[in-house]
T-cell receptor
Framework: DTGVSQNPRHKITKRGQNVTFRCDPI?????LYWYRQTLGQGPEFLTY????????KSRLLSDRFSAERPKGSFSTLEIQRTEQGDSAMYLC??????????????FGQGTRLTVV | EDQVTQSPEALRLQEGESSSLNCSYT??????LFWYRQDPGKGPEFLFT???AGEEKEKERLKATLTKKESFLHITAPKPEDSATYLC???????????FGSGTKLNVKP
């Protein structure tokens, strides 16, 4: 399977614990995005990487959130001191560098986080 | 402020009853508009990219069209397996991200 892979698919954690999610993008894609989606809403942008450089972060991303993409390959999203409001689906997407037109983003299956 | 609005929020159709979903946008510098399908508990699945006003794309029972202010996703003779949430997203020239609408939840009854 050469699609975007996310692990784990589900995570239940106690409030205050740290969690880390992993995303493996499509191998030839140099752009990687993290989004968050709550029930009944569209995905909200969190952060964006081009290769290993994190080029943009949403104001939604508090100091408890950090993302990395070492060597421009897989990426991790860590949430420290989780809160119940962090419960959501965390989606990763990758896309190639746009040419003359836009480049489609392809999504993984997401990681469903539940904070209890 | 840039906005992407989808309507209706939910749509119930009988099998075979054609209809259209709407995505309107108030953005500047549109690079492209995308349609995705999302099944419960899964990530969005890419359907179409539209680049410029007047463009149309088709796939099976789905056809997407684009004007300067909105896009339509036409569903012809839908089947129950077309039931899903349909999301539209815009990509702007000056921003390296996709802005999503809230989606239309489609339910097709047999």
């Amino acid at each position: 399977d050469t699609g975007v892979s996310q692990n784990p698919r589900h995570k239940i954690t106690k409030r205050g614990q740290n969690v880390t999610f992993r995303c493996d993008p499509i191998s030839e894609h140099n752009r990687l995005y993290w989004y968050r989606q709550t029930l009944g809403q569209g995905p909200e942008f969190l952060t964006y990487f081009q290769n290993e450089a994190q080029l943009e972060k949403s104001r939604l991303l508090s100091d408890r959130f950090s993302a990395e993409r070492p060597k421009g390959s897989f990426s991790t999203l860590e949430i420290q001191r989780t809160e119940q409001g962090d419960s959501a689906m965390y989606l990763c997407a990758s896309s190639p560098q746009p040419g003359q037109g836009p480049a489609e983003a392809f999504f993984g299956q997401g990681t469903r986080l539940t904070v209890v | 402020e840039d906005q992407v609005t989808q309507s209706p929020e939910a749509l119930r159709l009988q099998e075979g009853e054609s209809s259209s979903l709407n995505c309107s946008y108030t953005v500047s510098g549109l690079r492209g508009l995308f349609w995705y399908r999302q099944d419960p508990g899964k990530g969005p699945e890419f359907l179409f990219t539209l680049y410029s006003a007047g463009e149309e794309k088709e796939k099976e029972r789905l056809k997407a069209t684009l004007t300067k202010k909105e896009s339509f996703l036409h569903i012809t003779a839908p089947k129950p397996e077309d039931s899903a949430t349909y999301l539209c997203a815009v990509h702007l020239y000056n921003f390296n991200k996709f802005y999503f609408g809230s989606g239309t939840k489609l339910n097709v009854k047999p």
